[in-house]
C-alpha cells in the first residue's frame, strides 16, 4: 500500500496543480487592478486571438473548459461591461458568436503589459529557453489529450 503512496505520477501531478494555482493566484491580483478576473482574460484573449476576433459560442466554451451555460454565463457578463458581444450568425439563427468590442480590445491591450510582466516574473522567466520549448510540447500534449477541441474554430 505504502508503495501507491509513492508513485511519482502522484508527484507530477500534484506540482502541476500546485504550479497552476499558485500561478493563477499571482495573476489574479494583476488582471483585478484592470478589473478582469482570469476567465474574463483567457476568454478576451482567446476572442482576440481568433479571425474575425469572435468564436462560435460552442468553441469558446471548449477553448476555456467552459460548459455551454457557463459560457453563456460568461459572455453575457462580459456584455453587460461593454467588453463582449454576441451576435447570431447570418446564415444559421441556431449559431451564436462571441465577440470582442473595441471596448474589449482596448481593456485587453491596457491589461496585457501588466499581465505578460507578471507572467514573466512568476512564469516563464523562472525557466531557461530549453525548459520553456519542453514545457510547450509537453503541455501541448496534455492540453490536446484532455480537451481535444480547446484549439478549434469552426468557420461559418
Known amino acids: 500500500m ?14 502541476l ?9 499571482k495573476l489574479e491580483p494583476v488582471m483585478r487592478a484592470h478589473g478582469l478576473s482570469n476567465l474574463d482574460l483567457n476568454a478576451l484573449m482567446r476572442l482576440s486571438r481568433s479571425p ?27 456584455a453587460r461591461t ?3 458581444a454576441r ?6 439563427r441556431r ?11 482596448e481593456r485587453l491591450a491596457q491589461a496585457l503589459p501588466d499581465y505578460l510582466a507578471a507572467v514573466d516574473r512568476w512564469f516563464t522567466g523562472l525557466l531557461a529557453p ?10 501541448r500534449v ?7 477541441g480547446a484549439t478549434e474554430y469552426t468557420p461559418d
Open 87 to 92: 451576435e447570431s450568425s447570418p446564415g444559421d
Open 142 to 148: 496534455v492540453r490536446d489529450a484532455a480537451f481535444p
Open 82 to 84: 461593454g467588453l463582449a
Open 2 to 15: 505504502d508503495d501507491l503512496f509513492a508513485d511519482p505520477r502522484l508527484t507530477l501531478s500534484g506540482l
Open 130 to 139: 530549453g525548459q520553456l520549448a519542453s514545457l510547450d510540447e509537453a503541455l
Open 52 to 78: 474575425g476576433r469572435r468564436l462560435r459560442m460552442s468553441d469558446l466554451a471548449a477553448q476555456t473548459s467552459l460548459s455551454t451555460s457557463g459560457v453563456t454565463r460568461l459572455v453575457d457578463r462580459l
Open 17 to 25: 496543480l500546485e504550479a497552476t494555482g499558485g500561478l493563477l493566484s
Open 95 to 105: 449559431t451564436t458568436y462571441a465577440v470582442l468590442t473595441p471596448q474589449g480590445a
